[in-house]
């Protein structure tokens, strides 16, 4: 059920659970032990549970990036200049965060 480690109970009746092969991964913490609660790991596959890790790490570095994109302009102002000069379009001339959409 992916809802496994000391926090679900007696880790020791797991013995049999193929989660037991993430449990000893990096980030796995007490209370909780390992935690999937979607039960991705079920089939315990290492190749797809290290995929999905990697995964996990470059959509999250992708979020911080588009987060500052989002920050930056408002804190440290836009380029000068123009983005466009064939459309006379400057880089001040779009407006910020969701109203740019």
């Given at each position: 059920?992916?809802?496994?480690?000391?926090?679900?109970?007696?880790?020791?009746?797991y013995?049999?659970?193929?989660?037991?092969a993430?449990?000893?991964?990096?980030?796995?913490?007490e209370p909780?032990?390992?935690?999937?609660?979607?039960?991705f790991t079920a089939?315990g596959?290492?190749?797809?549970?290290?995929?999905?890790?990697?995964?996990?790490l470059?959509?999250?570095?992708i979020?911080?990036l588009?987060?500052?994109?989002?920050?930056?302009?408002e804190?440290?102002?836009?380029?000068p200049?123009?983005l466009?000069?064939?459309a006379?379009l400057?880089?001040?001339?779009?407006?910020?965060?969701?109203?740019?959409?």
């Open positions: 059920d992916g809802l496994t480690g000391s926090a679900w109970g007696d880790w020791a009746l013995g049999a659970s193929p989660l037991r993430f449990e000893n991964e990096l980030g796995v913490q909780v032990g390992f935690w999937d609660p979607l039960g089939d596959d290492l190749l797809a549970f290290k995929r999905r890790r990697c995964v996990e470059t959509h999250g570095r979020c911080m588009a987060t500052m994109g989002y920050i930056t302009p804190v440290a102002g836009k380029f200049g123009y466009s000069p064939s006379n400057k880089f001040a001339d779009i407006p910020n965060g969701l109203a740019a959409v």
